[in-house]
């Protein structure tokens, strides 16, 4: 499939990308355990977005250069919508993680290096799928459509489930790894496995890794065929999605402690994802442009937020003893 990209441009992302993540593990200390502060993640979550829109701010100074403004305004509005559905639909991830990390009561301080190898397998994994994901396009035009119909499910299925706990004691993934590994009755530290009496066991962050690699997964399948309704060049795909990726970390030590205050962006989510599916399926007969995909998906978030935090504080307010009220 055609992309403007040339391979110095593929080679250069892939190392910054590299960069970012030995930085990370040798200089910024993400084989330590210890409890990242909301001040740090903070600033983690504004050094992704930052870069994101500086990566934006170059792509549309090399396109208007090489290929003129149109094109310019075109591929940078994909980036950015392509940019916006990745980090919406991560947010969920988040709330997976936050539910795994509960159960099995992993400490603060040592859920960094987990994330961390999670981040690493999602970008391994969407890679992958990307790759398949634009072959699939290219070989099948059709599929394109597949995939709308399969985001409208989705979507609806989130709308309908919304309240649903998921009960991990009966995930069947959880339940054959405790069947087939000797796994230790508690942690070693951020070790995922360790010998004893020349015996090799599991940890239970190993489980802890493995479920969080298959929230990965999953959400991967989701999120894929999402951005093909925006753009369906592969290196607008793959940047998009891992600037997302590399920033999920971040936001879930910013965020996983408000969790339950944002109860109506899973709501929000299944709404995106019902547009973005309908809007594949209407491609044939009425073309929605990219700027109005934006626009929308980014209304939907950003009311399903501020409606969740406003009825958060309604709630808290009603719960407080009276007197209590300032």
Known sequence: MSTFATGPMWAGFIVFVLLMLALDLFVFGGRKAHRVPVREALAWVLAWVSLALTFAGLLWWYLNDTQGAEVARTKTLEFLAGYLIEQSLSVDNMFVFVMIFTYFAVPPEMQRRVLLYGVLGAIVMRAGMILAGVWLVQQFAWILYVFGAFLVITGIKMLVFAEAEPDLEQNPLLRLLRRRLRITPEFHGEHFFVRHKGVLWATPMFLVLILI??????????????????????????????????????????????????????????????????????????????????????????????ASLTLSRKAVAARAPAGEEG
């Open 213 to 306: 690699e298959a929230s990965d997964l999953v959400f991967a399948v989701d999120s894929i065929p999402a951005i093909f309704a925006v753009t369906t060049d592969p290196f607008i795909v793959f940047t998009s999605n891992i600037f997302a990726i590399m920033g999920l970390r971040a936001m879930y030590f910013l965020l996983a402690d408000m969790a339950e205050r944002f109860h109506l962006l899973k709501y929000g989510l299944s709404l995106v994802l019902i547009f973005i599916g309908g809007k594949m399926l209407i491609m044939p007969w009425f073309h929605i442009p990219v700027q109005w995909s934006l626009s929308v998906v980014g209304s939907i978030i950003l009311i399903s937020i501020v």
